[in-house]
């Protein structure tokens, strides 16, 4: 089955809202004009609509006649990124933009829950998931902390975004790991500062913080499975005022990324070791703040599968991939899949020329995808609640 073709019909009309969300971007809960939209969206078309969980979450519920319950979730916020291209919906507000194509995933969501509230071809419930925060901030965990499972019992629960370089009419899925998990470190440094031109009367750590720096790419070259994924990065050294002085302390920041959680516990245990004692043999101190933010997203092998047979409906079989590789990039959506079972799948967006990759500034999303994006969410609905 192609297209759903009264979804392929309210093409334009995603179009607007996909454009319009575009427009009038809103940061990590902050989303609240974006909210009003969805919120005013789905009470048009006769579903119930409970606001307000995580700050500006909204879940649109629609139920027809007996059966288990699923979630599809799309996520609302747009980063902090200055738009440069010069199309009629850029957004209009400075230094906030939706550079990552979530406007094209509520339009996508939307697009189903119009479809389903009119068809009604399941039995059961759907909860549609609008989720705000997605971008560093966790609001996937904070939907899971506020009692959102609770509240709206399912039994599984699923997620889609659209992926630059996966040409558009296709779809990516595969059972386990899809995305990495996402560690922040900050280590300080402390030395002893003194004159530039007698160095012998200090501790440098510049010095050492270069050693730590060279060390760290040990960790997964040396200390973790060469079959096992994982990125240590360090993304800022700050040390130092003037030319002339070896300076008391530095600070380095950076990010870890696993795609399982024994190679994370793994990764920290050892970025530990080796900073205590690259520093210790420099004669410095040093203190390690390590931050955990986004678990892998793990997807369940059997809902994989679910997912894959939904888009095939609507691509078909030769145009959905199940052996693509994972991405070392990070989703807050694995909050709710460490505590459902579902999955996680990605809509191709067609080519990244023109800087259409994600979280670039010259970044808009696909529209010609949006009603394969609605057709999947209502495949995988009429499959899974038939």
Not at 205 to 218: D, E, K, N, R, Y
């Amino acid at each position: 089955m192609p297209v759903i073709k009264t979804i392929a019909e309210q093409s334009e009309q995603m179009t607007e809202w996909r454009r319009h969300l575009h427009a009038h971007p809103e940061i990590a809960f902050e989303e609240h004009e974006t909210a009003a939209f969805i919120a005013a969206r789905l009470e048009e078309w006769g579903i119930e609509v409970r606001r307000g969980i995580a700050g500006t979450g909204v879940i649109g519920t629609l139920t027809s006649g007996e059966g288990p319950a699923i979630g599809l979730r799309a996520d609302m916020d747009a980063l902090a990124i200055h738009e440069t291209n010069a199309i009629p919906h850029r957004s209009v507000r400075a230094g906030c933009m939706h550079a990552c194509g979530h406007d094209g995933h509520m339009a996508m969501l939307l697009g189903a829950a119009r479809y389903l509230s009119k068809s009604k071809k399941f039995k059961g419930t759907v909860h549609l998931i609008f989720q705000p925060a997605e971008e560093n901030e966790g609001g996937g965990r904070v939907m899971v902390e506020q009692g959102m499972f609770d509240e709206f019992p399912m039994t599984a629960i699923y997620g889609m975004h659209n992926w630059p370089g996966l040409p558009a009419g296709r779809f990516a899925v595969r059972p386990g790991p899809i995305m990495a998990a996402f560690d922040l470190f900050e280590i300080t440094i402390v030395g002893k500062g003194a004159h530039a031109a007698m160095p012998h009367l200090g501790v440098d750590p510049v010095l050492a913080g270069s050693a730590i720096v060279t060390a760290l790419q040990s960790i997964t070259s040396r200390a973790t499975d060469p079959l096992e994924a994982a990125v240590v990065s360090v993304t800022q050294f700050h040390a130092g005022d003037t030319w002339n002085v070896i300076p008391e302390r530095a600070v380095l920041r950076g990010t870890v990324r696993a795609l399982t959680p024994e190679v994370q516990d793994k990764v920290e245990m050892t970025l530990y070791r080796v900073v205590e004692s690259i520093a210790a043999g420099h004669g410095a101190g040093a203190r390690v703040h390590y931050e955990r933010r986004y678990p892998p997203t793990i997807n369940d092998p059997a809902e994989a599968e679910n997912a894959a047979k939904a888009a095939a409906t609507v691509v078909g079989e030769s145009h959905v991939e199940q052996d693509r590789q994972p991405s070392m990039g990070s989703e807050d959506f694995a909050f709710m899949l460490e505590k459902k079972p579902g999955s996680y799948i990605w809509i191709g967006n067609g080519s990244v020329e023109g800087g259409c990759t994600l979280h670039n500034p010259r970044y808009d999303f696909n529209d010609t995808i949006l009603p394969l994006g609605a057709s999947y969410w209502a495949s995988l609905v009429e499959s899974r609640l038939a």
